[in-house]
């Protein structure tokens, strides 16, 4: 189980254009750093190959 949430709020979120309903949203998480169970990552989600939205983020493997 993992638990996630953003490093800094929604700080480390940007929209570059709009995603509107009908639109096919292709999302690709990359790892940037993890030390023990905490993992950095950051999202890159793309319509039609151009980048629409970008977000860093933090998650915690669980104990369960």
Do not use: C
Request: net charge positive.
């Amino acid at each position: 189980a993992w638990f996630a949430q953003s490093s800094k709020g929604s700080h480390n979120m940007r929209f570059y254009e709009k995603i509107i309903p009908g639109d096919q949203l292709k999302i690709e998480v990359v790892k940037l750093k993890s030390i023990g169970k905490i993992h950095k990552l950051i999202g890159v989600g793309t319509v039609d190959g151009k980048k629409h939205v970008e977000l860093k983020f933090t998650v915690r493997e669980s104990d369960e």
